[in-house]
Nanobody, 117 residues
Framework: QVQLVESGGGSVQAGGSLTLSCAPS????????ISWFRQGPGKERERVAS???????YYVDSVKGRITISRENSKNTVYLQMHSLKPEDTVMYYCAAGPSFYSNAYWGQGTQVTVSS
């Protein structure tokens, strides 16, 4: 059973930076796309960024310029680097992975990001 292990959440002041990481517990060819989503209280889960095993990436417009998604193949790990964080970035972030952009077979447990003003 594949599990997604997330780390890197925490508290930071506005304008600061955090890097989240996500790593599948085992390697599987079925994972072609890894994404980060975020969800605030009472809101729908929103995709933040995605990266494919081929190297292509996607960002939601609201985070372009502030967030970078990357992967380190040797560690089978995907990173989400977040800069210029704002209080409204204070939500739970979830890693998801699957065979395609629209199919996420695996989800992480979520990691909290808190940005104080």
């Amino acid at each position: 059973q594949v599990q997604l292990v997330e780390s890197g959440g925490g508290s930071v002041q506005a304008g600061g930076s955090l890097t989240l990481s996500c790593a599948p517990s085992v390697y599987t060819d079925s994972i072609k796309c890894i994404s980060w989503f975020r969800q605030g209280p009472g809101k729908e889960r929103e995709r933040v960024a995605s990266i494919w095993t081929t190297g292509g990436s996607y960002y939601v417009d609201s985070v372009k310029g502030r967030i970078t998604i990357s992967r380190e193949n040797s560690k089978n790990t995907v990173y989400l680097q977040m800069h210029s964080l704002k209080p409204e970035d204070t939500v739970m972030y979830y890693c998801a992975a699957g065979p395609s952009f629209y199919s996420n077979a695996y989800w992480g447990q979520g990691t909290q990001v808190t940005v104080s003003s």
